[in-house]
Nanobody, 124 residues
């Protein structure tokens, strides 16, 4: 499975931005998908995940209520809608995927497949 993320850029604090990720191959349609981010000089942080149907999602505490993951039923594309962005949201955002699905896939080792990342910069 190959993952291609897009949509990163520069946004002002309080603004919104949407990232997209497309997975290749039919098998990706049945995989869980999600997002991690890595702020400058810090470790990778779990952002959120969605199951294959798009009906189940969960988020990291730092983005809950501000970010939304969307996925159409059985599709291998996912979006991350980010609102009320803060300076601390500046990071490289990675799209991830895995064959499995649980309600606790919050570490990098939980995901086999990683995209290259797209940079989001929140700055005035």
């Amino acid at each position: 499975v190959q993952l291609q993320a897009s949509g990163g850029g520069l946004v002002q604090p309080g603004g919104s931005l949407t990232l997209s990720c497309a997975g290749s191959g039919d098998s990706a349609k049945t995989y869980s998908m999600g997002w991690f981010r890595q702020p400058p000089g810090k470790d990778r942080e779990f952002v959120g995940a969605v199951n294959w149907s798009g009906r189940s999602t969960y988020y990291g505490d730092s983005v809950k209520d501000r970010f939304t993951i969307s996925r159409e039923y059985g599709k291998s594309t996912v979006s991350l809608q980010m609102s009320n962005l803060k300076l601390g949201d500046t990071a490289v955002y990675f799209c991830v995927s895995d064959e499995s699905w649980t309600w606790s896939m919050t570490t990098p080792n939980d995901y086999h497949y990683w995209g290259r990342g797209t940079l989001v910069t929140v700055s005035s």
